[in-house]
């Protein structure tokens, strides 16, 4: 079946950048919306940027001017590019598809493993 597979996590001095990926595997038709989530340690998973099929992007307040979100549809393929980074960026970042076309069928709702960011002061 499908699989999201994500990179680039790590760890950064704050003010430095990071840029995650998340590939999609198999043969794929088309991919629907995909979504950026992260989730700190104790706290709810928040909603950090959206990408639809035609490349329109909605960032979360508390990342907006810092994140862009961007796709590659001939690589199957979201970015998130993470520049002046803080303390408070710390988390393990996944990616979300809302639906994903392929030979082996539609499939809905597929999330990444999960990449861990942690930024140091």
């Known amino acids: ?17 990071l840029r995650l990926s998340c590939a999609a595997s198999g043969i794929i038709f088309s991919i629907g919306a995909m979504r950026w989530y992260r989730q700190a340690p104790g706290k709810q998973r928040e909603l950090v940027a959206t990408i639809t099929q035609g490349h329109s992007t909605n960032i979360a307040n508390s990342v907006k001017g810092r994140f862009t979100v961007s796709r590659d549809n001939a690589k199957n393929t979201v970015y998130l590019q993470m520049n002046s980074l803080n303390v408070e960026d710390t988390a393990v970042y996944y990616c979300n598809a809302e639906t994903i076309a392929t030979s082996r069928g539609a499939f809905s709702n597929l999330w990444g493993q999960g990449t861990q960011v942690t930024v140091s002061s």
């Open 1 to 17: 079946q499908v699989q999201l597979v994500e990179s680039g996590g790590g760890l950064v001095q704050a003010g430095g950048s």
